[in-house]
């Protein structure tokens, strides 16, 4: 069984940065790929970025390709959203996920994923 945890969230002011992080545990999941999800109040969880084979491949939501940076860590079952210059509209619930084979042009497609977290709050104001 995969887990992934990722730890509290924050409160940022606009223009500044925060960066969440994601790790799985339950067996090795360092191939696999991962993405960052996003659902603001009464929207729907949208896509923000992905990152596959071992980091060499990464894709991200158009509005936050220029801000948003996912990365792998050495250990590579942890996964990173670096977010930089956080705008009111970033706020959400963030989520990790984990996919077992994903393919390039499903990446934004939450049914894409097999494993997920449980959810980190951010929020930014303005």
């Known amino acids: 069984q995969v887990q992934l945890v990722e730890p509290g969230g924050a409160l940022v002011q606009a223009g500044g940065s925060l960066r969440l992080s994601c790790a799985a545990s339950?067996?090795?999941?360092?191939?696999?790929?991962r993405g960052w999800f996003r659902q603001a109040p009464g929207k729907e969880r949208e896509f923000v970025a992905a990152?596959?084979?071992?980091?060499?491949?990464?894709y991200y939501k158009y509005s936050v390709k220029d801000r948003f940076t996912i990365s792998r860590g050495n250990a590579k079952n942890t996964v990173y959203l670096q977010m930089n210059t956080l705008k009111p509209e970033d706020t959400a619930i963030y989520y990790c996920?984990?996919?077992?084979?994903?393919?390039?042009?499903?990446?934004?497609?939450?049914?894409?994923?097999?494993?997920w977290g449980q959810g980190t709050q951010v929020t930014v104001s303005s």
């Open positions: 996920a984990g996919s077992l084979l994903l393919r390039s042009n499903k990446a934004a497609e939450p049914t894409s994923y097999d494993f």
């Open positions: 339950g067996r090795t999941f360092s191939s696999y790929a």
């Open positions: 990152i596959i084979q071992n980091g060499g491949i990464t």
